[in-house]
């Protein structure tokens, strides 16, 4: 057996003279350390991850995944469970199942299509469920109950769940229909806890077979804007969440997030012909209107305002909104004009919704710099809030552009989160965000750049151009 290598090793000839190399990483430099390997002909290389597909071990020829499905939090709890006939999800090279078996545990196979979905499902077993564990030592704490007085209830739930199944298992007041007991629970929680709460009545709705209802659909600004007006006139407050449609979960997120904090949420879905420049994506940009309504039906959106071009540009646009200084370098230099339409859409949105809160990720960070300069400076009645980036299990941005990604090429994009991970850490941020991307030959660089306590970079991935960001340390 060769010894363990470590950060910093040469791990060149790692797959020399052994059956099995283990690359046991994050997921995030799995493919980066695969690739440092040179292939033995007769070594299997495998990594442990989830999520990750057998393409991130190219160049080997003999490729399989070994993913425990336990907790593993310490080496002596995650030893003694390895050890009891433990489940592993494998796929590849059938020696990972001649390891799995000399382990004493139990394989099942998961090919590479479905390895994301098997590990969001991991995820919410182990991780989501502490999680909530947590929100419950919290709340109780607030009434002077310690976490231990609701264990036998987890176990019991959880028990009931393995005989019966989750819908069977279903207790509690949102199965009874009960939402005044609900609005109490909301009304006593703090703030902060009210999102999660939120979230999961509503997947015990829909365990429970209650139906969602669908967001009310407006095409007109004169309709957008009497519905949120009458909202308001009966003392609820607005949220507003503006989309360009083909939703992902960090759309999702936005919402869930206004959802917590405002009475009644609205979100538009339009495809700003304003803010794409004469060779960009416009015409091919991604559209699904049905998929969309149900994204922000199961966020608990009310509104939703869908207003085709013709409504929200009539006539010519002679009138633009321009924030100086904000919008020519970075996005602005490789995007002529694309600020100005953004502003100018948002403005025109700003103006339909009326007083709200209006949610925007931080993804495209300096659109919310934009966002935020230009309602202050016209005195817009609309407090913006930022949300965080919602990632993918390997660290991508989430991004409606991101279907247009071939396979490699999704890979390849990655490198731009593993750029901003290595320069947060990094004397010279922006030289080492350069030299992490030109390490992808199928990414082109745009920029990459610091202000202020934020990292920049945008690329070119194939023909799909993406962008990301993250605060330094």
Not at 164 to 182: I, M, Q, Y
Request: aromatic letters at 6%; one cysteine or more; hydrophobic letters at 50%.
């Amino acid at each position: 057996m060769h010894p363990l290598l470590g950060r910093g090793d040469d791990v060149q000839a790692a797959a020399v003279d052994v059956d099995l190399l283990v690359i046991a990483t994050p997921d995030a430099a799995v493919a980066e350390v695969a690739a440092a390997v040179e292939p033995v002909a007769g070594t299997v290389v495998a990594h442990l991850s989830g999520s990750l597909g057998l393409d991130s071990l190219a160049p080997h020829g003999r490729r399989a995944s070994i993913h425990p499905l336990l907790p593993l939090p310490d080496p002596e709890r995650g030893a003694a469970r390895l050890r009891d006939h433990a489940p592993f999800a494998v796929a590849g090279d059938p020696f990972a199942y001649e390891v799995v078996a000399a382990l004493g545990g139990r394989a099942f196979e998961v090919d590479d299509d479905h390895r994301v979905a098997y590990h969001a499902a991991a995820s919410i077993a182990a991780n989501h469920l502490v999680a909530l564990l947590g929100q419950v030592e919290r709340v109780a704490a607030t009434a002077g109950v310690p976490l231990e007085a609701y264990l036998p209830l987890v176990r019991a739930t959880v028990e009931d769940v393995a005989t019966v199944g989750p819908a069977a298992a279903l207790t509690g007041p949102v199965k009874r229909g009960d939402h005044h007991t609900v609005a109490a629970h909301l009304d006593a929680l703090d703030p902060s806890e009210r999102p999660a709460y939120q979230a999961m009545a509503g997947q015990a709705a829909r365990l429970a077979g209650a139906p969602t209802p669908p967001p009310t659909v407006i095409d007109t600004i004169t309709g957008f804007r009497a519905v949120l007006d009458a909202e308001r006139a009966a003392g609820r407050t607005v949220g507003l969440v503006p989309t360009m449609g083909f939703l992902h979960d960090g759309h999702a997120s936005l919402m869930r997030r206004a959802v917590a904090e405002c009475d009644v949420v609205a979100a538009t879905i339009f495809v700003n012909p304003l803010q794409f420049g004469p060779h960009e994506d416009f015409d091919r940009y991604p559209r699904d209107l049905d998929r969309d309504l149900a994204v922000a039906a199961a966020a608990g959106v009310r509104y939703v305002f869908a207003p085709p071009v013709d409504e929200m540009y009539p006539e010519e646009v002679l009138t633009t909104v321009h924030v100086a200084g904000l919008t020519e370098d970075l996005e602005g230099a490789v995007r002529p004009g694309h600020f100005d339409g953004v502003a100018t859409v948002v403005a025109k949105l700003f103006n339909a919704a009326g007083p709200c809160r209006a949610y925007f990720g931080e993804k495209d960070w300096q659109q919310l710099a934009v966002v935020r300069r230009m309602a202050a400076d016209l005195s817009f009645p609309v407090e913006v809030v930022g949300c965080p980036i919602v990632r993918e299990a390997d660290g991508l941005a989430m991004s409606s552009r991101n279907v247009y990604l071939s396979p490699k090429e999704r890979m390849a994009a990655t490198v731009l989160y593993r750029a901003l991970l290595a320069a947060r850490d990094s004397a010279d941020p922006v030289a080492t965000m350069k030299e992490v991307v030109a390490t992808e030959p199928l990414v082109e660089l745009d920029y990459a750049e610091q202000v202020g306590d934020r990292l920049l970079v945008a690329a070119r991935v194939g023909t799909t151009r993406l962008i990301d960001n993250m605060g330094v340390r």
